[in-house]
């Protein structure tokens, strides 16, 4: 049987901001079209692969778009990189015991249409009668 795959857009951030620029909207993120993603999670991998849904954008993501020079208390993001914030997802495929096809979870996630989540443990299932 052939693997499903699908195309995948995906936010990055093309560079850091500058002091000046907190605050206002700019180029500092591409909306790209990355490889095609499998619709299954990796043979033997506990990874959940995920559709997102709704994903927030919250004010600290623009201090995370700035190049500290000293560690603050959540990382930089990195240029070239997928955008991450919180995100409301539905599983397409897991290898993991606790999540199933179709399963409405939330956690971490990228700003992107599909997301390989590699620790299912820092996902939570939304449970809805």
Not at 31 to 52: C, I, M, Q
Not at 72 to 83: A, M
Request: charged share 20%.
């Amino acid at each position: 049987m052939a693997l499903v795959a699908v195309s995948n857009k995906r936010v990055i951030l093309k560079r850091y901001l500058t002091a000046c620029e907190i605050g206002q909207l700019g180029d500092e993120m591409e909306v790209v079209t990355a490889e095609a993603v499998p619709l299954s999670v990796p043979a033997g991998s506990s990874a959940v692969l995920v559709k997102n849904l709704y994903i927030s954008c919250d004010p600290y993501l623009r201090n995370r778009m700035i190049r500290h020079e000293v560690p603050t208390y959540i990382s930089d993001f990195v240029p070239g990189e997928v955008v991450t914030s919180h995100g409301v997802m539905k599983v397409i495929s897991s290898g993991h015991l606790d999540f199933k096809a179709g399963d409405l979870v939330w956690g971490m996630t990228g700003w992107e249409e599909y997301t390989l989540i590699n620790n299912p443990e820092s996902l939570f299932k939304i449970n809805y009668p």
